[in-house]
């Protein structure tokens, strides 16, 4: 499930609400997000060939007539903001990004685990590595003038890296009230994160899960406790 429609089945939306999504990919959801009223989405791209069709369609954006919401409501078009980073746990340094042949949708900091390609045959590694700089979520916020403590609702889709990106996003975590992340049951990627060990973690820093997890792999929304 995702964000949007987890707070349109409870009466919400993201009216007025700044959303980070780290994982951008081409900004498939950019639509959704601007129809339903967010005030900012700050988007964040490792890969820069993927990063320029990013900025391409943020563009576009300014095209599309406001949704009938936006006009009932007197919102604001939306800002889109594109970030090209690498968010991970450590500021500085670099690390190994690993593309992949599905469009980039399965690019990663890891390498897919062995014998998953059984699994999965229409996903496999291009064999090609960039070496990227990288930067924790709350630094590259900074950098672009957003400050963390700002942000409503932060959406990771980094492919097993999600661990790594909240333990470099602490003052995000503080402010926000919802996190959607993609969580696995079972490994997909050699040094990714588990569920079963992603949500002691965020349990630990005021988050429940607030959704069910029915499938080895897919997104789940999670609630600040209190």
Known sequence: MNILRYLLMRGRTLRNKT??????????EAEHYQNWGAATV????????IFAALQTHLASMEQKPRSLFCRLTGQKRTRHIAVRALVGGVDGGTAEFH?????????SIFKMKRGENERFPQVRETGEVLELPMRTLDAALDDVGIPPETIDVLVLDVQGAELMCLQGAKRTLAAIDYLESEVSVEPVYEGGVLLSELEPWLEEHGFKRATAVRK???????RKMG
Do not use: K, R
Not at 19 to 28: D, N, Q
Not at 216 to 222: C, D, G, L
């Open 19 to 28: 959303v980070v999504h780290v994982g951008a990919h081409y900004g498939e």
């Open 42 to 49: 700050v988007w964040f791209e490792a890969a820069p060939d």
């Open 99 to 107: 593309l992949f042949d599905n469009d980039g949708s399965s690019n």
């Open 216 to 222: 080895n792999h897919m997104n789940a929304i999670y």
